[in-house]
């Protein structure tokens, strides 16, 4: 049986990034490697590099994200970006979206162990909760499928102006063009590659800005967000 690859110790700019919960951010890579590869969460090679590659490189997208918005991190599976993002903004209110029952029980243990109040644990896909949670301002997502799918269960999720962040690799900019004609019919009105994380993270993190209009996910997803809040209130008043 292979051994369990050991968690290096944190990189100074983990405590530059972290600040006063540098604790917690040690405490939650502590997790990922020990629960969160028990668990089938994370990878046992992804250990030796949690700090660099995870933590520190979902930390920054908060150079990316105004002030005192709502945000929903769509897929967070071991909860990244959300945490790391949560941990070093508490200004943000966080939903951790995730469909796996496996993963939402490792989020809310986490989050209750970090005592992180601002952040809320919703099992379900992208498309099921549309209509049931509230539109936000934010919706992040890393790792979770292509550009053009990820818009179609992102974007509708967003109130009216609200953007898109969604952590991606070199190819970040071939995602974009190739999903230009989807993006637009979702409402999408100005796209953008940022690069975050200077002085933090080499190479940069590669962050795909998408922004949109009135209509989040177009006509298609404002009918559907209509009807579910129907059925809402129709519950509510049973």
């Not at 909860?79 to 496996?102: F, H, K, Q, S, Y």
């Amino acid at each position: 049986m292979t051994e369990a690859a050991e968690l290096p110790p944190a990189p100074e700019q983990a405590r530059e990034v972290f600040g006063e919960r540098f604790a917690d951010a040690v405490r939650y890579a502590e997790l990922l490697a020990e629960t969160g590869v028990q668990r089938g969460l994370i990878g046992p090679r992804e250990v030796p590099r949690l700090w660099e590659r995870h933590l520190l490189n979902c930390a920054v997208l908060s150079e990316a994200v105004p002030e005192g918005v709502t945000v929903c991190d769509v897929g967070s599976g071991a909860g990244l970006p959300g945490i790391p993002l949560a941990l070093v903004r508490d200004d943000l209110n966080i939903t951790l979206l995730e469909p796996l029952l496996r993963r939402t029980n490792f989020l809310t243990e986490v989050v209750e162990l970090l005592g992180l109040d601002h952040v809320t644990v919703v099992r379900g896909r992208a498309e099921e909760v549309l209509g049931k949670l509230p539109p936000v301002h934010v919706v992040t997502a890393r790792a979770v499928a292509p550009l053009d799918r990820l818009a179609t269960w992102g974007i509708p999720l967003l109130r009216p102006y609200g953007e898109m962040l969604a952590l991606k690799g070199d190819t970040a900019e071939e995602e974009l063009k190739a999903a230009a004609t989807a993006l637009s019919k979702l409402g999408a009105v100005e796209t953008s590659i940022l690069h975050v994380g200077e002085g933090v993270v080499d190479p940069l993190s590669t962050v795909v800005r998408v922004e949109v209009g009135e209509s989040p996910g177009g006509v298609r997803f404002a009918a559907k967000r209509a009807k579910a809040a129907r059925t809402g209130r129709v519950r509510r008043r049973r």
